[in-house]
């Protein structure tokens, strides 16, 4: 089943401009990952964080996890045309990862 | 850097006939999984492999569908007798758990269109 939710479906900015996407769930996990699409192509992995971290860096991507809130944010800072892709969270449990929709980034040169 | 290659990258068929998509996984890994992408739409779980044995499947994985790992490298899935609603992108993804990082490493997926 799904249970990762992300807004906004569809987020499009200037280039230069940080994006923000959030991803709610509902049950206990032990990581959140997101993943990135680019059209017609295979997910990519972006970044991974543990139930216990609250926030972690990679290059211009920060995410962070609220666990009483059961959600996480993934921020790109400075995005780039190359950013535009389909963004997605998924959760990890007993060795399943479950899948949110996904929310669709255009960099607007 | 080791990735996962899938085999055909399109494929089309006639509805009712037998498809076998291909995957090499990374080849220390241990789990291996089928995800179904219908054009536009989420990323759907379909089976997970370990040991040479499907450990979860999910409501769609039905009788219609098999996986196999026939030899130490090829991880294949079948879909029995195609149908229209068949039709979409479907991408294998391997992962070793050792580290419980949870990485999946995914193909560039298979396209299947069902006429």
């Known amino acids: 089943s799904q249970q990762g939710e992300e807004d906004p479906q569809a987020l499009s900015i200037q280039e230069g401009e940080n994006a923000t996407m959030n991803c709610s769930y509902k049950?206990?996990?032990?990581?959140l990952q997101w993943y990135r699409q680019n059209s017609g192509r295979g997910l990519v992995h972006l970044i991974l964080?543990?139930?216990n971290e609250r926030e972690k860096h990679s290059g211009r991507l920060r995410v962070t996890l609220d666990t009483s809130k059961k959600s996480s944010s993934l921020l790109i800072t400075a995005s780039r045309a190359a950013d535009t892709a389909s963004y997605f969270c998924?959760?990890?449990?007993?060795?399943?990862?479950?899948w949110g929709a996904g929310t669709k980034l255009i960099i607007k040169p | 850097e080791p990735e996962v290659t899938q085999t055909p990258s399109h494929q089309v068929t006639q509805m009712g006939q037998e498809v076998i998509l291909r995957c090499v996984p990374i080849?220390?890994?241990?789990?291996f999984y089928w995800y179904r992408q219908i054009l536009g739409q989420k990323v759907e779980f379909l089976v997970s492999?370990?040991?040479?044995?499907?450990?979860?499947k999910s409501e769609i994985f039905d009788d219609q569908f098999s996986v196999e790992r026939p030899d130490g490298s090829n991880f294949t899935l079948k879909i029995r007798s195609t149908k229209l609603e068949d039709s979409a992108m479907y991408f294998c993804?391997?992962?070793?758990?050792?580290?419980?990082?949870?990485?999946?490493?995914f193909g560039e997926g298979s396209r299947l269109t069902v006429l």
């Open positions: 998924a959760t990890a449990g007993n060795y399943q990862l479950i």
């Open positions: 049950t206990s996990i032990n990581n």
């Open positions: 964080i543990r139930s």
């Open positions: 080849s220390n890994h241990l789990y």
């Open positions: 492999f370990y040991n040479n044995e499907i450990s979860e």
């Open positions: 993804a391997s992962s070793d758990w050792t580290s419980h990082t949870g990485e999946l490493f």
